[in-house]
C-alpha cells in the first residue's frame, strides 16, 4: 500500500526520535526525555512512534542553545578572580 502525496507532505514535516536526537546533538534517550517531561511536543503514530514537528525542534536546538550559553556566562561570573 503507497502513502498519499499528502500523507508524504506531512509526514517530511516531522522527525523521528533519532533524526531529532541528530538535529539537538543529543542521544534518543534526551529526546524522549524532553518529551516525558513536556519540554519537547510529539504526536504519537498508530504503531506508538514519536514524531516531532521539524520546527518544534529547531526551535527547541535554539532554547537549548540560548541555555548553555546562559549556563557559561553564569559560571564565568560567579568564578573568584585568580590573582597571581
Not at 31 to 41: D, K, N, P, S
Not at 56 to 80: G, H, I, Y
Amino acid at each position: 500500500m503507497q502513502a498519499k502525496k499528502e500523507e508524504v507532505a506531512m509526514i517530511e514535516n516531522y522527525l523521528t526520535v533519532s533524526d531529532a536526537a541528530r538535529v539537538l546533538n543529543r542521544t534518543g534517550e534526551a529526546v524522549r526525555h524532553y518529551e516525558r517531561t513536556g519540554q519537547l511536543a510529539a504526536i504519537r503514530t498508530v504503531g506508538g512512534v514519536r514524531l516531532f514537528k521539524q520546527a518544534d525542534v529547531e526551535n527547541f536546538k535554539q532554547k537549548l542553545k540560548a541555555r548553555k550559553w546562559t549556563r557559561k556566562r553564569r559560571t564565568a561570573l560567579n568564578r573568584p578572580e585568580v590573582t597571581a
